[in-house]
């Protein structure tokens, strides 16, 4: 599991200037994150960034009141809709050994072991959101916004699966969770907007988050959403008195709203961080497998006891933990395209990109399937584009990032013959399956005869 532990890292930060450059590149990257934006640094450079950050903070307390690193989405998310209680964020891991470092300052709070055990579920590269059900009818959806005031995006309710607009019992509360394109709602969505005549979406998450803010496209996308958590609402009580992290989650979907122990990775409940640690590698492991982006793996102290006994400081709770995984997305340039012919005469087109680090290793080439594959996507040579590698699966190009493109660059020419018999190309179209949630798409694929 050497891949887990993978840490990007970043130059130590040298003055009070690159610290506060630095401060507002993250607050940039924030907001365009939470807008739905897409952001000037992917995840890894982020995360990368950040940790420079903290680590100047440490050594230089004195400089710090300025600081944004301790607010929520580093102070650059709002809205005007209160929230019930605070949406918190998670604290992060990063290797086995940190992830035992967090249960010792656990028992440290606890005074004690935890005595209900450890939950383990997927942690869902998504945006945040609350769901009020009011007498079993969907009335809102809000964002988690700084994380006590967030917007209203109540206009996708009624194209988020997992979201039912009416429930079969009258229930009052709110679920808590993630929404997300999956990755086949994600290429359905790009070429609706490609259609449209919009930029396609850099990534998934990106593209949920502007998804949530847009109120008026002329198109509707069809977003997916998994709950992890559960609060009362207008003083109803809908949890049962003392419930586990599970028996929330329970409840909430017998009342018919999707959650993450209805994902393909489960909901896990383990005594010991051991077994915690071997489930989070067992999520690790399908993570390329998987129909949506996950970007780590969330552990809880499972009963409410331990819960409430561990508390929550101003960002995320203390019985919480996001172990996260190795970025599997980057942003690099695509520098060529060359075309292959493969052993049935299919032309198969491959990326050239400027070098990039991707879990563990360094991507230089990535498939792009076909030649409807690259019109879909809208590539021009020259483009910024993000990359996406998890596991094992070849790197794959996803989508331009359209802010990023040089002035004149030119879409990514096809070739007018068989770059091997220099003979003529033929363009069949085939009707294929593509995903799992059924839906079919045409996909044109290049001949050569
Ligand atoms: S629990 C009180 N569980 O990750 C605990 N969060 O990086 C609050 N997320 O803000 C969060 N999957 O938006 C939890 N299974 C999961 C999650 C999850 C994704 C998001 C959530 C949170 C962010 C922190």
């Known amino acids: 599991m050497t891949a887990l532990s993978a840490v990007e890292a970043h130059p130590a930060l040298s003055s009070t200037t690159a610290y506060e450059t630095a401060l507002a590149q993250l607050r940039e990257a924030s907001r365009a994150y939470y807008g739905g934006e897409n952001s000037p640094m992917d995840d890894a450079s982020y995360d990368a960034l950040r940790r420079a950050v903290l680590a100047w903070e440490a050594a230089h307390p004195h400089t710090t009141a300025g600081s944004t690193t301790g607010l929520v989405a580093d102070g650059a998310a ?135 803010r847009a109120k008026d496209r002329p198109y509707r996308l069809e977003l997916t959403f998994w709950a992890y958590g559960a609060v009362d609402l207008d003083d109803e009580s809908f949890l049962p008195v003392g419930a586990s992290h599970a028996e929330v989650l329970a409840a909430v979907g017998e009342a018919g709203v999707q959650t993450t122990a209805r994902t393909p990775a489960g909901l896990h409940v383990v005594s010991t961080i051991a077994e915690a640690q071997a489930k989070v590698e067992e999520i690790a492991a399908m993570r390329a497998g998987l129909p949506f982006g996950i970007d780590g793996v969330v552990i809880k102290a499972d009963s409410a006891t331990d819960q409430g006994a561990a508390g929550v400081g101003s960002r995320f709770p203390y019985w919480a933990i996001a172990y996260k995984l190795p970025a599997v ?121």
């Open 78 to 212: 709002g809205g005007d809709i209160p929230h019930t209680t605070r949406l918190l964020s998670l604290d992060n891991v990063f290797s086995p050994e940190q992830l035992s470092g967090w249960e010792a300052s656990l028992k440290r709070r606890l005074g004690r072991d935890a005595e209900g055990g450890f939950t383990v579920e997927p942690k869902l590269d998504g945006a945040a959101v609350a769901a009020r059900y009011r007498d079993g009818r969907l009335a809102q959806i809000i964002t988690r916004g700084d994380g006590t005031h967030g917007e209203d995006v109540s206009h996708v309710i009624g194209s988020v699966h997992g979201l039912p607009e009416q429930l079969d019992r009258p229930l009052t509360f709110e679920a808590r969770g993630e929404i997300l394109f999956t990755q086949a709602q994600f290429d359905t969505a790009n070429e609706v907007r490609t259609a449209h005549g919009a930029p396609p979406f850099a990534n998934p998450r990106n593209g949920a988050a502007g998804t949530l």
């Open 329 to 449: 997305e980057r942003q690099t340039v695509l520098t060529d395209v060359v075309w292959e012919v493969g052993r049935t005469g299919v032309l198969a087109p491959t990326a050239v990109l400027a070098p990039v680090d991707l879990d563990g290793s360094t991507v230089s080439r990535a498939t792009l399937h076909n030649p409807a594959d690259i019109t879909r996507r809208g590539l021009h040579l020259g483009d910024t584009v993000t990359v996406y590698k998890a596991g094992d699966i070849i790197p794959r190009v996803q989508a331009p990032v359209i802010e990023l493109r040089p002035q004149g660059a030119v879409p990514v020419p096809l070739p007018t013959e068989c770059p091997h018999c220099g003979g003529e190309i033929d363009f069949p179209v085939k009707s294929v399956c593509s995903d799992w949630l059924n839906l079919c798409a045409p996909v044109s694929i290049t001949q050569c005869h």
